[in-house]
């Protein structure tokens, strides 16, 4: 559905270079002394020096919040003197404590117009919010308002739709449990499971694919296993970017002996060196990937294939001696299915499909077939594809066959994006609620839950755009410019009658709205979070299941700034009055009232106000960690996935869109990629250097991209192509601005994920 350009552009960042851009040799090692430099920067630049040395301790300490940038988890038992923080958790935490403030003031200078003509940069640059802002029908600019009054302006709004089905309520994951649950129950009792999330977006083919063959859609390992582990592999993540404190535990793993083997189209300097800047020496560095097989775009199942078929080869000859065949007799279902299959597969065909050497993949497949312990890991360039269930799905293949879930050091790692979005999950936000889960708390609560599943991110798009719904509430995120094909989104959200955000920081989302648009300031993870009877902490869930503190003591940005469940509270409150079921203003005078009504709702949170006072928090259940597999076949499910070829649509190049190592998904910290040697630009597309000549391209030219689907032509303005070291026929360039080009109905099977890292391309020249 390419949708020609809405009324007002400005949907998109404007489409011109900074003129500034230089290209270097890619870096040779992640972090480091540099790393370092630059995170003082930021941190300085946005809070001023004598601030930095207090809040950096903070984080992710015990006793301190939790670092508002990724999921990785923090050592269970030492936490360094030197604080768990890395230079991006530093850059997402100088973004939120910056002493610069897009005030009332701020929002009078600029029109909606000219804040939709900024740069992403720019626009997030321009400070927190301080107070509750509206824009009227037809108004020019967002003039501050009462939060009494928007609060009775949504509630008449939903008041006034036809049905609860008419209203959409996204979260982004940064949202802590106790404002998760208090969302989705206040939706429920209004009255849809319309709670699409970030999570559609990006883990959502991890969790189907867990669950099926599981029976839990998170990851299995906990983070000690690293240090046990004899192979790590790792599937499409670049960690030294978005994940910058799992290189420590590769890099405890490399010392235990472990052997490591990225799987990525891109040559990740990050995946290749490292050097600890929590380190004895910041100048010894650490070789990461013992192997870094080059896959093509989506040659990941290829590969999987590949590499199953040579142990099968090898097993065959000596039997039990590669596969753990009391395990799976014991554990698993669909071995004989799952070994016919693999027979039927012609190697050479799925060496040539991968892109990947026939040598390598031998190579490391004497690692696969002669060791136990292995843990797989992966993230958005498994996930955000069309078969990224299957692909998933053959991960757990082989993690099956070898015996490795459920035993010290072996295991399933999706590694999670935003800080909480697993545990926004647990509490609920999801439009595909399951029956004991709503049963559950209709008994607890007293108040009956809407059965019918609804929309996720993509559906929501699409009834937005069909005029199906009028009312768009988003706790956190930028929904705008994350979803895709940029166009069709921007039309869904100015068919709304009300749009509503509540967000800390100016994004492109608040400049393209519905007819009537809010935006509700919320306190950060680090700033001081009193209610009425005192201090409040709030809880997270980290990629491995554990739940923990979060507490910030700095000064809020401004004194009018809500938690975001008190933003909730004080909504239902709003729409419901004084005389519902829910005491909505009780539970936020005072969280622990949250976490007791959690502790009754979802299981495994039993006790949760004592034991989430324990240092360190507690593990959630995990039944494929103790090999009891919730699933209706209470077994782990070996499956047959069918191996298919990218559809090129008749375009010439598979395009990825990716992260750069200054951005936190659409909020641009800066506008460098250092390790990938790029320099204050980010309209740039990596390219094969032998595609380049092809095609008669040199540095420094300017190039659009065409994006091809289903005979729609899609297009993205203005690239300076760059040579870089990726396979023929791929190219890769950031998102959002690429996000233009991802069409909103070619998604994930069963994920429903949109297609982000495989979009369909031609390369045209501009003349300059
Ligand atoms: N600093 C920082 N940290 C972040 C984020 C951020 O934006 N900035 N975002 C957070 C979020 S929400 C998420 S989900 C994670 C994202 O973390 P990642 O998944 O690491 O993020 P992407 O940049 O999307 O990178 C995907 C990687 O997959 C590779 N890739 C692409 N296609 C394929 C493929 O077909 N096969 C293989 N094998 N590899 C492929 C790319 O080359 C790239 O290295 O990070 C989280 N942490
Ligand atoms: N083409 C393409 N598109 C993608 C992806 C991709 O790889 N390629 N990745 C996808 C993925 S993995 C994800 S997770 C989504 C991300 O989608 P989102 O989660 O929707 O986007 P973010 O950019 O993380 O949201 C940033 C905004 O959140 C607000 N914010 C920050 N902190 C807080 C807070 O503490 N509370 C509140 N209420 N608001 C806050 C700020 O106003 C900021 O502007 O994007 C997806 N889109
Ligand atoms: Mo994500």
């Not at 990785?72 to 958790?89: I, V």
């Not at 290829?302 to 395990?327: I, R, T, W």
């Not at 419901?576 to 009504?597: E, K, P, Q, S, T």
Request: glycine letters at 8%; hydrophobic letters at 35%.
């Amino acid at each position: 559905m390419a949708s020609k350009k809405v009324v007002k552009n400005g949907a998109v960042p404007p489409e011109k270079f900074t003129g500034e851009g230089s290209i270097t040799a890619p870096s040779k090692k992640a972090a480091g002394l540099t790393g370092v430099k630059v995170a003082i920067q930021h941190l300085s630049e946005e809070i001023g020096v004598d601030a930095v040395a207090s809040l950096a301790p903070k984080m992710n300490q015990f006793d301190g919040f939790d670092c508002p940038g990724c999921a990785w988890p923090d050592p269970d038992e030492k936490r360094s003197f030197l604080a768990e923080y890395c230079e991006n958790g530093a850059k997402a935490i100088a973004e939120e404590a910056t002493t610069k403030k897009a005030d009332p003031d701020f929002w009078s200078k600029y029109s909606v117009f000219e804040l939709s003509q900024f740069t992403d940069y720019d626009l997030g640059k321009s400070g927190r919010i301080t107070h509750p802002m509206l824009l009227e029908e037809g108004g020019t600019h967002y003039r501050p308002i009462a939060w009494t009054d928007a609060f009775s302006i949504i509630a008449q709004e939903l008041k006034a739709l036809n049905s609860p089905d008419e209203a959409v309520f996204y979260t982004s994951g940064r949202t802590s449990n106790e404002a998760a649950f208090i969302y989705q129950l206040f939706v429920r009792c209004f009255g849809t499971n319309n709670l699409p999330d970030c999570s559609n977006m990006c883990h959502e083919s991890s969790g189907v694919a867990l669950n099926r063959t599981l029976g839990l859609g998170k990851g299995s390992v906990k983070h000690e296993d690293f240090e046990k582990a004899e192979v790590i592999m790792i599937f499409g993540q670049n960690p030294g970017t978005n994940h910058p404190r799992m290189l420590a535990s590769l890099e405890a793993a490399k010392k235990q002996g472990a052997k490591i083997i990225a799987v990525n189209p891109l040559k990740e300097p990050g995946l290749l060196r490292f050097s600890n800047p929590q380190g004895v020496s910041l100048l010894k560095s650490t070789a990461i990937s013992d192997h870094y097989l080059q896959v093509r775009i989506n040659g990941d199942m290829a590969l999987l294939k590949a590499l199953l078929y040579l142990m099968l080869e090898a097993e065959d000859a000596e039997p039990n001696s590669v596969f753990d065949q009391d395990f799976i007799q014991k554990h698993t279902l669909g071995y004989k299915e799952l070994i016919t299959d693999i027979r039927s597969y012609d190697f050479n065909e799925l060496v040539s499909m991968s892109g990947v050497s026939e040598k390598e993949i031998r190579d490391v497949s004497t690692l696969l077939i002669e060791k136990k312990r292995i843990i797989i890991c992966w993230a958005m360039g498994i996930t955000q594809h069309k078969n990224g269930v299957a692909t998933i799905q053959d991960i757990v293949n082989v993690l099956l066959l070898k015996g490795s879930i459920g035993k010290p050091g072996a295991g399933t790692c999706p590694v999670r994006g935003h800080s909480n979005v697993q545990g926004d999950r647990t509490m609920g936000i999801y439009e595909k609620p399951s029956e004991a889960f709503l049963a559950k708390q209709e008994q607890v609560t007293g108040v009956s839950m809407p059965r019918k599943h609804g929309w996720d991110a993509v559906e929501s798009i699409e009834a937005m755009a069909e005029s199906k719904a009028g009312v768009f509430f988003a706790m956190g995120g930028n929904f705008l410019s994350a979803s895709p094909d940029t166009w069709t989104t921007a039309r869904a959200l100015e068919n709304c009658s009300l749009t509503v955000h509540v967000s800390t920081k100016p994004n492109r989302s608040h400049v393209i709205h519905g007819k009537r648009a809010l935006i509700l300031p919320c306190l950060g993870r680090s700033e001081n979070d009193v209610q009425q009877e005192g201090n409040q902490f709030v809880t997270v869930e980290n990629s491995m299941g554990v739940v923990h503190q979060s507490q910030g003591d700095r000064k809020p940005a401004s004194d009018l700034l809500k938690s975001e469940a008190t933003i909730v509270a004080e909504l239902a409150h709003a729409y419901f009055g004084d005389d519902h079921a829910v005491d909505w203003l009780a539970l936020v005078a005072n969280y622990d009232r949250i976490r007791d009504l959690i502790s009754e709702v979802i299981p495994g949170f039993d006790n949760f106000n004592a034991r989430v006072r324990q240092k360190g928090g507690f593990y959630l259940p995990n039944g494929p960690r103790d090999l009891s597999f919730t699933n209706k076949e209470q077994k782990g499910l070996l499956t047959v996935n069918k191996l298919e070829k990218l559809n090129m649509e008749g375009a010439q190049y598979v395009l990825m869109t990716i992260r750069s190592h200054d951005q936190f998904n659409t909020t641009v910290y800066g506008l460098d990629d250092r390790y990938r040697g790029v320099f204050n630009e980010r309209r740039v597309l990596f390219m094969n250097p032998v595609d380049m000549k092809n095609e008669g391209l040199k540095q420094g030219d300017v190039v659009n991209l065409i994006g091809h689907y289903k005979g729609e032509r899609r297009v993205a303005h203005r690239f300076m192509p760059i040579p870089y070291d990726i396979p023929s026929g791929n190219t890769a360039a950031y998102f959002p601005e690429t996000n233009v080009l991802v069409p909103l109905d070619s998604t994930a099977d069963e994920s429903n994920t949109p297609t982000s890292k495989a979009v369909m391309i031609t390369i045209e020249k501009q003349s300059t």
